[in-house]
């Protein structure tokens, strides 16, 4: 059995232990890229503000019972002048619900994402500089449960906050996007259109393409098909408002990866990146190598 002082240690251990998680160290764990937290600890305090600092290229957050509002300022570990170019796309779980969020911005508030929207699980994405996140709690009576969940990523593009996705553009490219993308981008690959299909609930073109030469890509959104892994395929998303259609020929596919999905760049037809990178490259004004043919 324990002896009487070691109990009345283990006691007053434990009383120490419970009373810092009712300071909110047991509520809320955070680290430089994703933080999760609890409203219970604005627990007769539902006009508290709490500040969140997150310091990386990707993350999530997670706020249980959301009371009051919590304030995410994005600030990525760089001093470069580029870092102020940056974008941030904001992902809400299907699941998220009990707050609206907000762009503030110098204590002016925009709207982002209404609560009814966050069940759609759209993206949403702002330039850095257009402020921080203001997250508020939608007032309550009934002490359900609700969690308000979202992924974010920030991403080298510059759209603005009505656009649901980034590197999609509708126009063409000129030679030196073209150019730089193959460059830049987290995918680069040389292809066909296979089909299209659109999703009309996500607002987006879904776009199977078959590739025979991949140059490069981030993560694994082409996988190998055939006995010798010399081909891959894959999808590739477009905003719908772009409308379009599938296309004979050869294309060299560009674009960026957003929270596991490849949104399609710039894609010119093959014949036509080609020829403008021999010129380039005669001129020696092309930015990077590529492995043309």
């Known amino acids: 059995m324990l002896s009487q002082p070691l109990l009345a240690s283990l006691l007053a251990l434990l009383l120490v232990i419970l009373s810092r998680c009712r300071t909110s160290l047991c509520q809320y764990s955070s680290d430089q890229c994703s933080w999760k937290g609890s409203g219970l600890t604005h627990e007769g305090h539902t006009r508290d503000v709490e500040q ?5 290229s990707q993350g999530s957050l ?13 600030r990525p570990n760089t001093v470069s002048p580029a870092a102020a170019r940056l974008s941030v796309c904001v992902k ?16 002016r508030l925009r709207l982002l994402l209404r609560e009814r929207d966050q069940a759609l699980g759209k993206a949403r ?5 257009e402020g921080a996140l203001f997250i508020e709690a939608v007032p309550r009576t009934d002490i359900s449960r609700r969690v308000a969940a979202f992924r974010y990523e920030l991403v080298s593009d510059a759209p ?6 980034v590197g999609a553009p509708c126009q063409p490219c000129s030679d030196d996007e073209v150019l730089l993308a193959v460059c830049t981008k987290d995918f680069v690959a040389r292809g066909v259109i296979g ?7 996500e607002d987006r073109s879904s776009v199977s393409v078959d590739i ?7 993560t694994e959104v082409f996988v190998p098909v055939g006995p010798r892994g010399r081909r891959w395929s894959g999808r590739i998303m477009m905003p719908l408002r772009c409308g379009i259609k599938a296309g004979d020929g050869d294309f060299l596919f560009t674009g960026t990866l957003r929270f596991g ?4 760049g710039c894609a010119p037809r093959y014949k036509d990146f080609l020829r403008l990178y021999k010129e380039a490259e005669r001129l020696g004004t092309n930015p990077c190598h590529v492995d043309a043919e």
Request: aromatic share 12%; hydrophobic share 40%.
């Open 52 to 56: 969140v600092y997150l310091r990386c």
């Open 62 to 74: 997670e706020w249980l019972y959301p009371t009051g509002a919590i304030i995410v300022n994005l």
């Open 92 to 107: 809400p779980a299907a699941e998220s619900s009990g707050t609206n969020v907000y762009l503030d911005l110098n204590g």
């Open 125 to 129: 994405c702002f330039g850095i500089l």
């Open 160 to 165: 603005g906050a009505d656009d649901a996705s």
């Open 195 to 201: 089909t299209v299909q659109e999703e009309a609930e």
């Open 212 to 218: 025979s030469r991949l140059y490069r890509q981030k």
């Open 261 to 264: 999905e490849a949104w399609m």
